[in-house]
Nanobody, 125 residues
Framework: QVQLVESGGGLVQAGGSLRLSCAASGRTVSNYCKGWFRQAPGKEREIVAAISWHGGTTYYVNSVKGRFTISRDNAKDTVYLQMNSLKPEDTAVYYC??????????????????WGQGTQVTASS
């Protein structure tokens, strides 16, 4: 079984930055596509960013392009989300996830089989 533990969330003023981390344990998933999702109150969970197992392919939802950067360190089996120029509309619970199948690349939440517990990100205006 895979456990994912997120860290780095918090409260910042609009325009500020946060860096989320998600470390995997239980078994290695360094050869799996990983992603970050978020869910705001009253809204459906949405993909924020995804990164292929080798890090060469990434995806960003339009609303975060140019502000957020996803990266990974396979030696540490950890994925990161650097969030700059945060806006109040970025406020949500952020979840990291690992795809069900090794290798490949996907941005569909239906293709992710392992989820972290979530970390709150709040950008105040």
């Amino acid at each position: 079984q895979v456990q994912l533990v997120e860290s780095g969330g918090g409260l910042v003023q609009a325009g500020g930055s946060l860096r989320l981390s998600c470390a995997a344990s239980g078994r290695t998933v360094s050869n799996y596509c990983k992603g970050w999702f978020r869910q705001a109150p009253g809204k459906e969970r949405e993909i924020v960013a995804a990164i292929s197992w080798h890090g060469g392919t990434t995806y960003y939802v339009n609303s975060v392009k140019g502000r957020f950067t996803i990266s990974r360190d396979n030696a540490k089996d950890t994925v990161y989300l650097q969030m700059n120029s945060l806006k109040p509309e970025d406020t949500a619970v952020y979840y990291c996830a690992v795809a069900r199948d090794a290798y490949g690349f996907t941005s569909s939440p239906h293709d992710y089989g392992y989820w972290g517990q979530g970390t709150q990100v709040t950008a105040s205006s």
